[in-house]
C-alpha cells in the first residue's frame, strides 16, 4: 500500500521551531515525485504552504509563511521536512504532506503546484501546536 507518513508534531513556543517529516512507504519520494505541505484549520479549507518540484529547482512558499518554512526532500531516506521557525498562531492546524508523480500531461519537472487534485497521495497529518 503506497502511502504517506508525518511525524514530528506538537507543541512549540512563539518563536520556537519544529521540524515536521514525511516518509514514504510502498515507494520512494524520489525524482518523479512533486511533494508540497499543506495546513488545515478547525472550519477551515486545506491550503498549500509550501511545495517543491520534482527535479527540486521550483520551490514555493505561501507568503504566510515565506522566509519562516523550509521544505525539504532526502532522496537517499525517502523522506521529506517541513522545518518551521518563528511559528505564529495562526500556524496551529494540522500539518499534511503531499506527494504527486510526473505523469503524461503534467505541467513539467520544474513546476509544482499548491492544490489539492494536484496531489496522488497524502499523509495522514499531524498536529502543531503553537502557544507559550
Known amino acids: 500500500q503506497l502511502q504517506l507518513v508525518e511525524s514530528g508534531g506538537g507543541l512549540v513556543q512563539p518563536g520556537g521551531s519544529l521540524s515536521l517529516s514525511c516518509a514514504a512507504s510502498?515507494?520512494?519520494?524520489?525524482?518523479?515525485?512533486?511533494i508540497g505541505w499543506f495546513r488545515q484549520a478547525p472550519g477551515k479549507e486545506r491550503e498549500g504552504v509550501s511545495c517543491?518540484?520534482?527535479?527540486?529547482?521550483?520551490?514555493y512558499y505561501a507568503d504566510s509563511v515565506k522566509g519562516r518554512f523550509t521544505i525539504s526532500r532526502d532522496i537517499a531516506k525517502g523522506t521529506v521536512y517541513h522545518q518551521m521557525n518563528y511559528p505564529k498562531p495562526e500556524d496551529t492546524p494540522v500539518f499534511y504532506c503531499?506527494?504527486?508523480?510526473?505523469?503524461?500531461?503534467?505541467?513539467?519537472?520544474?513546476?509544482?503546484?499548491?492544490?489539492?487534485?494536484?496531489?496522488?497521495?497524502w499523509g495522514q497529518g499531524t498536529q502543531v501546536t503553537v502557544s507559550s
Open positions: 510502498g515507494f520512494s519520494l524520489d525524482y518523479y515525485y512533486v
Open positions: 503531499a506527494a504527486a508523480r510526473l505523469h503524461i500531461g503534467y505541467p513539467g519537472t520544474s513546476y509544482c503546484g499548491t492544490g489539492r487534485h494536484e496531489y496522488d497521495y
Open positions: 517543491m518540484s520534482s527535479t527540486e529547482r521550483s520551490i
